[in-house]
């Protein structure tokens, strides 16, 4: 299991805004998971030009081809109401404001659980890995997606000795809880 901080730290260390982008970007870029191409009989399913259509080209590229949204980009990123995160994709509940963490050095949504069956996995290798090599094993993510659409959401981190999903905002609509 990566831990996500031991990359973003030694990349801020090194000084560099594109290091720093660069971990997230060569991952999406080589993503084993692609929502586009999966063979699993999703239960909500869409032409590429119907989901482009319906997600605008942004999601299009984090929740179907597996892309990571820039840092802070989402406003949901530390976000604090209560409330459901439904799929942006098919609007199945994912996950719940009592699950959500904020990690204010990180800038993306951190969730200790998702709701029950509503989430499927899948590996996605970094930059230059062979995935048929074991030796990437070790250093390849767990990648989840919706169970529902398969949109992606984000991956499991190690995150200062927790496993926590580290998810992109833009694949979710917050939706807050009645007062
Ligand atoms: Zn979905």
């Not at 869409?46 to 997600?55: G, H, I, Q």
């Not at 994709?89 to 200790?112: A, N, P």
């Not at 990648?143 to 694949?171: A, K, P, W």
Request: with cysteine; proline share 5%.
């Amino acid at each position: 299991m990566p831990e996500f901080p031991e990359h973003t730290r030694r990349q801020m260390l090194a000084g560099s805004a594109v290091s720093i982008l660069a971990m997230p970007a060569a991952t999406a870029a080589n993503a084993a998971y692609k929502a586009s191409d999966d063979t699993f009989p999703y239960e909500v399913t869409r032409s590429e030009a119907e989901w482009r259509e319906m997600l605008g080209e942004a999601a299009y590229q984090i929740m179907r081809e597996g892309g990571t949204e820039q840092q802070r980009s989402s406003p949901l990123w530390n976000e604090t109401g209560a409330g459901e995160y439904n799929c942006k994709g098919c609007d199945l509940k994912i996950y719940d404001s009592r699950w959500k963490t904020v990690i204010e050095d990180k800038g993306w949504l951190f969730f200790t659980h998702g709701e029950p069956n509503a989430l499927l996995l899948g590996i996605d290798w970094p930059e230059g890995a062979d995935p048929s090599d074991a030796k990437y094993d070790v250093v390849a993510s767990v990648e989840t997606h919706c169970r529902r659409c398969g949109s992606h959401m984000g991956h499991y981190f190690i995150v200062d000795g927790r496993l926590l999903q580290c998810i992109n905002g833009i694949s979710l609509n917050f939706e807050p809880a009645e007062a």
